[in-house]
C-alpha cells in the first residue's frame, strides 16, 4: 500500500524541524536524544572548518534526525533510511525542507541497513556521523557501522534492550554482548559500560581506538557516541574489565582484565560477590567536548536543546564518570535499616572526609566516590 502523503496532515515541530510523523514508530520524549546528536555533529563539523559533513542516519523513521542534523548541524550530505517502504513518501516529504539550504544534498532509501553498511564497506565510503537508533541489541552490526566512520567521526549507537543488557536475561546477554552480566542497583550504568565495552572491543579488532563522548539513558534506551580514533590510545585496552557487586552490603569494585586474577570477596562483609563483564572501565562522558557543544549550542541560538536535554547534559557534564562505579543510595539505606540518606548531605560528608564524592550524571540517587563502602556506610552512619 503506497503512503499518501498531504500537507494537510498534522506536523510535529522539533527544534528547527516541520514534519510529518507517519504511522510508525515514533517517541516525542526521545527528543533528548535527538538533541544530542545535533550538538555533537555541530561540535564535529565546527572542527571540519568548511570541509563536507556526510551524515548516516541508517534508522530513520520519519528523518527527523537527518533534517535536523541539515538546518541546525551543518552536514552537507545526508543518507537518510529506513527499512520501512511504506516510509520513502514521508522521507521525502519530509526531506525537502533541506532544500532551503544551499549545499546540503539527501538521498532517501529503504533498504535494510545491514545491506546499506555492507555496501558502503564495500564503496569505502566513510561518513562523519553514523546514527543508528536501533530496536533490540545492534552487537552485530558493530563491525560494518564502525566501518562506515571517518577516523575521528563519530558513531551513535541506540539499544533498547533492557533485559540483556540490565541482567534480567542472562543467556541473551551472552549471545549479544559476549558479556556476563548480573542485575544489580545501578543497572544504566552497568548497561552502558557493557555497550560501550562491545563497542570498544569491535574497534581495537579492526586496529582502532575510540573516544567515548557521551553515554546516557532514561532506563528503555541505552545511548553511546564515540568518537572512532586511528589507533587505541596508551592503555586504552586496560580500560575492559570486569565489575563486582555485593548483593549482601551493596558494594562495587572491579578490576582491569589486564590485572585481573581474582575480584575476591567483598572487603567490606565478607561475601561472595556477582561478576558482571568484559564491560568498558573508563570515563562515559567526554566532558571537554559536551561544555565546547553546549557553548556552540549557546552561540548557535538555535534551540536545538530542550529543557529537559540541557538539564540532563549539566548533570553528564558535572559527572564525566571516570570512577567506573557508581553506587545506590537505595543499597545504603537497606544496610542502615532506615530512609534513604539525604544524597546532598552525604556527598558534602565524603568530601570534608577528604574524599571524591559527586552525584552520578547517569542515574538519580547513585552516587560516585573513591571512599571504600565501609567508610561510606560509616559516615552515613
Ligand atoms: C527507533 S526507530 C527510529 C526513530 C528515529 N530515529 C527517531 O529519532 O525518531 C527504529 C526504526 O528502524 C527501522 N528498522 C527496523 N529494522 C531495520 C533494519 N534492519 N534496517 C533499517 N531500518 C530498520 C524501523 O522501521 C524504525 O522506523
Ligand atoms: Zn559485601
Same mark, same amino acid.
Given at each position: 500500500?503506497?503512503?499518501?502523503?498531504?500537507?494537510?496532515?498534522?506536523?510535529?515541530?522539533?527544534?528547527?524541524?516541520?514534519?510529518?510523523?507517519?504511522?510508525?514508530?515514533?517517541?516525542?520524549?526521545?527528543?533528548?536524544?535527538?538533541?544530542?546528536?545535533?550538538?555533537?555533529?555541530?561540535?564535529?563539523?565546527?572542527?571540519?572548518?568548511?570541509?563536507?559533513?556526510?551524515?548516516?542516519?541508517?534508522?530513520?523513521?520519519?528523518?527527523?534526525?537527518?533534517?535536523?542534523?541539515?538546518?541546525?548541524? /551543518?552536514?552537507?550530505?545526508?543518507?537518510?533510511?529506513?527499512?520501512?517502504?511504506?516510509?520513502?513518501?514521508?522521507?521525502?516529504?519530509?526531506?525537502?525542507?533541506?532544500?532551503?539550504?544551499?549545499?546540503?544534498?539527501?538521498?532517501?532509501?529503504?533498504?535494510?541497513?545491514?545491506?546499506?553498511?555492507?555496501?558502503?564497506?564495500?564503496?569505502?565510503?566513510?561518513?562523519?556521523?553514523?546514527?543508528?537508533?536501533?530496536?533490540?541489541?545492534?552487537?552485530?552490526?558493530?563491525?560494518?557501522?564502525? /566501518?562506515?566512520?571517518?577516523?575521528?567521526?563519530?558513531?551513535?549507537?541506540?539499544?533498547?534492550?533492557?533485559?540483556?543488557?540490565?541482567?534480567?536475561?542472562?543467556?541473551?546477554?551472552?549471545?549479544?554482548?559476549?558479556?556476563?552480566?548480573?542485575?544489580?542497583?545501578?543497572?544504566?550504568?552497568?548497561?552502558?559500560?557493557?555497550?560501550?565495552?562491545?563497542?570498544?572491543?569491535?574497534?581495537?579488532?579492526?586496529?582502532?581506538?575510540?573516544?567515548?563522548?557521551?553515554?546516557?539513558?532514561?532506563?528503555?534506551?541505552?545511548?553511546?557516541?564515540?568518537?572512532?580514533?586511528? @589507533?587505541?590510545?596508551?592503555?586504552?585496552?586496560?580500560?575492559?574489565?570486569?565489575?563486582?557487586?555485593?548483593?549482601?552490603?551493596?558494594?562495587?569494585?572491579?578490576?582491569?582484565?589486564?590485572?585481573?586474577?581474582?575480584?575476591?570477596?567483598?572487603?567490606?562483609?565478607?561475601?561472595?560477590?556477582?561478576?558482571?563483564?568484559?564491560?568498558?572501565?573508563?570515563?562515559?562522558?567526554?566532558?571537554?567536548?559536551?561544555?565546547?557543544?553546549?557553548?556552540?549550542?549557546?552561540?548557535?541560538?538555535?534551540?536545538?536543546?530542550?529543557?529537559?536535554?540541557?538539564?540532563?547534559?549539566?548533570?553528564?557534564?558535572?559527572?564525566?564518570?571516570?570512577?567506573?562505579?557508581?553506587?545506590?543510595?537505595?543499597?545504603?539505606?537497606?544496610?542502615?535499616?532506615?530512609?534513604?540518606?539525604?544524597?546532598?548531605?552525604?556527598?558534602?560528608?565524603?568530601?570534608?572526609?577528604?574524599?571524591?564524592?559527586?552525584?552520578?550524571?547517569?542515574?538519580?540517587?547513585?552516587?560516585?566516590?573513591?571512599?571504600?563502602?565501609?567508610?561510606?556506610?560509616?559516615?552515613? @552512619?
Amino acid at each position: 500500500m503506497k503512503t499518501t502523503i498531504t500537507s494537510e496532515q498534522a506536523h510535529y515541530c522539533e527544534a528547527s524541524a516541520r514534519v510529518l510523523l507517519g504511522d510508525g514508530f515514533f517517541r516525542v520524549d526521545s527528543r533528548p536524544a535527538r538533541d544530542y546528536g545535533v550538538i555533537l555533529l555541530r561540535w564535529l563539523a565546527q572542527k571540519r572548518q568548511g570541509m563536507p559533513v556526510a551524515v548516516l542516519d541508517g534508522l530513520a523513521g520519519c528523518g527527523i534526525r537527518s533534517v535536523r542534523y541539515g538546518l541546525e548541524a /551543518g552536514a552537507t550530505e545526508l543518507v537518510v533510511n529506513d527499512a520501512d517502504p511504506q516510509r520513502l513518501a514521508l522521507l521525502d516529504h519530509n526531506l525537502a525542507a533541506l532544500s532551503q539550504c544551499a549545499g546540503v544534498h539527501w538521498q532517501a532509501s529503504s533498504g535494510t541497513i545491514q545491506k546499506l553498511l555492507a555496501s558502503f564497506v564495500l564503496q569505502e565510503k566513510h561518513f562523519d556521523l553514523v546514527d543508528l537508533d536501533a530496536f533490540g541489541a545492534a552487537t552485530d552490526l558493530l563491525p560494518s557501522a564502525l /566501518g562506515a566512520v571517518r577516523l575521528g567521526g563519530i558513531f551513535y549507537l541506540a539499544s533498547s534492550d533492557g533485559r540483556s543488557f540490565t541482567g534480567h536475561d542472562r543467556p541473551a546477554a551472552l549471545r549479544r554482548l559476549g558479556a556476563a552480566v548480573r542485575a544489580q542497583p545501578c543497572s544504566w550504568e552497568l548497561a552502558l559500560r557493557l555497550q560501550m565495552g562491545a563497542v570498544a572491543r569491535a574497534a581495537w579488532a579492526m586496529g582502532h581506538g575510540v573516544q567515548p563522548l557521551l553515554c546516557f539513558s532514561e532506563g528503555r534506551t541505552f545511548r553511546s557516541a564515540v568518537q572512532l580514533t586511528r @589507533r587505541p590510545a596508551a592503555a586504552e585496552e586496560a580500560l575492559l574489565g570486569l565489575q563486582a557487586y555485593c548483593h549482601r552490603c551493596g558494594n562495587h569494585w572491579g578490576t582491569s582484565l589486564l590485572a585481573w586474577k581474582s575480584l575476591g570477596i567483598c572487603s567490606n562483609c565478607g561475601a561472595e560477590p556477582v561478576t558482571s563483564g568484559p564491560l568498558w572501565r573508563g570515563p562515559l562522558q567526554n566532558t571537554t567536548v559536551l561544555k565546547a557543544a553546549l557553548e556552540l549550542e549557546q552561540k548557535a541560538g538555535l534551540n536545538s536543546l530542550s529543557p529537559p536535554a540541557l538539564k540532563q547534559l549539566q548533570r553528564l557534564i558535572n559527572d564525566g564518570a571516570e570512577q567506573p562505579e557508581a553506587f545506590a543510595l537505595a543499597d545504603l539505606a537497606r544496610q542502615l535499616r532506615g530512609d534513604m540518606p539525604p544524597l546532598k548531605d552525604l556527598l558534602k560528608a565524603l568530601v570534608a572526609a577528604g574524599w571524591q564524592a559527586a552525584a552520578s550524571g547517569i542515574q538519580a540517587m547513585q552516587f560516585r566516590t573513591d571512599a571504600p563502602w565501609a567508610e561510606v556506610l560509616r559516615l552515613a @552512619r
